[in-house]
């Protein structure tokens, strides 16, 4: 119960600290600058600069159907959780009280993309959701299997920045596209961290003097694969080992020490939950 009861606040937190920075992304460098990085803060933008229409007021418009259609999937925890997130966020978008702090529109796509993406991040990683784009294209994949959720993100997020040329200036919708990339980029890194781990697959007629090299002197675990070689009809041991790219070069040099022959192929792990990386 009192786990249950941290983790709450924990996601709590999260989700809190989340909108605010996000919020404090668009008052302070995107809508100031006419930068629209899409989704449907996004139509928000375009509908208050051409009818004067509150940003936040469109947003909670475009996601209030889509939360309905989809509160039975979602759950009602993790739905209600999203909901009220994404009024919240219509909110402070709407009024909170920060003044531009550039009205350089680089800088303002630089600093707004990736600012939003880490207040983005950390709402996901609060278990919440602002609804959006992503809900959308959710519920088109269900009518329409064969369009990819990918493609269906793309398209919609694609067309509100190239409708921010006509709306704003063209010059917009290049500076949106930067924009969209780093909160993007930024999203992905603060749900998963940075990508500090690479995991090697050593081919060796030498496999146990490997392993036993690497456990000794990296203190690393090694895993071993029963394989067949499919042209020699050989049977050998393929050794599975994760390290940091810190240790990559030091691997190495133990592989190629024991075995000059050995066959390696080494892969960028996008996450390593466990012993010796990252916990749970």
């Given at each position: 119960?009192?786990?249950?009861?941290?983790?709450?606040?924990?996601?709590?937190?999260?989700?809190?600290?989340?909108?605010?920075?996000?919020?404090?992304?668009?008052?302070?460098?995107?809508?100031?600058?006419?930068?629209?990085?899409?989704?449907?803060?996004?139509?928000?933008?375009?509908?208050?600069?051409?009818?004067?229409?509150?940003?936040?007021?469109?947003?909670?418009?475009?996601?209030?159907?889509?939360?309905?259609?989809?509160?039975?999937?979602?759950?009602?925890?993790?739905?209600?959780?999203?909901?009220?997130?994404?009024?919240?966020?219509?909110?402070?978008?709407?009024?909170?009280?920060?003044?531009?702090?550039?009205?350089?529109?680089?800088?303002?796509?630089?600093?707004?993309?990736a600012i939003?993406?880490?207040?983005?991040?950390?709402?996901?990683?609060?278990?919440?959701?602002?609804?959006?784009?992503?809900?959308?294209?959710?519920?088109?994949?269900?009518?329409?299997?064969?369009?990819?959720?990918?493609?269906?993100?793309?398209?919609?997020?694609?067309?509100?920045?190239?409708?921010?040329?006509?709306?704003?200036?063209?010059?917009?919708?290049?500076?949106?596209?930067?924009?969209?990339?780093?909160?993007?980029?930024?999203?992905?890194?603060?749900?998963?961290?940075?990508?500090?781990?690479?995991?090697?697959?050593?081919?060796?007629?030498?496999?146990?003097?490997?392993?036993?090299?690497?456990?000794?002197?990296?203190?690393?675990?090694?895993?071993?694969?029963?394989?067949?070689?499919?042209?020699s009809q050989?049977?050998?041991?393929?050794?599975?080992?994760?390290?940091?790219?810190?240790?990559?070069?030091?691997l190495r040099?133990?592989?190629?020490?024991?075995?000059?022959?050995?066959?390696?192929?080494?892969?960028?792990?996008?996450?390593?939950?466990?012993?010796?990386?990252?916990?749970?």
């Open positions: 119960m009192r786990d249950s009861l941290r983790e709450e606040l924990k996601n709590n937190l999260l989700v809190l600290v989340g909108l605010l920075v996000a919020a404090a992304a668009y008052r302070l460098y995107l809508i100031p600058n006419g930068v629209v990085n899409g989704g449907f803060t996004g139509v928000g933008q375009l509908l208050n600069h051409a009818t004067g229409i509150s940003i936040g007021l469109v947003n909670i418009a475009l996601n209030v159907p889509l939360f309905l259609i989809s509160m039975k999937s979602m759950g009602l925890r993790f739905g209600v959780r999203s909901l009220v997130t994404m009024v919240l966020l219509s909110l402070l978008i709407d009024h909170l009280p920060l003044p531009p702090a550039t009205d350089d529109m680089l800088l303002a796509s630089v600093y707004g993309g939003s993406g880490i207040g983005f991040g950390l709402i996901l990683r609060g278990n919440a959701t602002t609804g959006g784009t992503d809900m959308l294209a959710s519920l088109l994949h269900r009518l329409v299997p064969v369009l990819k959720v990918s493609y269906a993100i793309f398209v919609f997020d694609g067309l509100v920045i190239i409708a921010s040329a006509f709306v704003f200036e063209a010059q917009a919708a290049m500076y949106g596209l930067i924009s969209a990339f780093l909160c993007n980029v930024l999203i992905d890194l603060v749900l998963e961290g940075p990508n500090s781990a690479h995991s090697y697959f050593i081919i060796s007629d030498k496999s146990e003097a490997i392993a036993d090299k690497i456990m000794r002197e990296m203190n690393r675990g090694v895993t071993g694969l029963e394989a067949v070689g499919m042209y050989q049977r050998k041991q393929v050794l599975l080992c994760v390290v940091n790219r810190f240790e990559s070069m030091r040099r133990i592989i190629f020490e024991a075995d000059p022959h050995a066959f390696v192929l080494a892969n960028k792990a996008k996450e390593v939950l466990g012993e010796g990386f990252k916990s749970m």
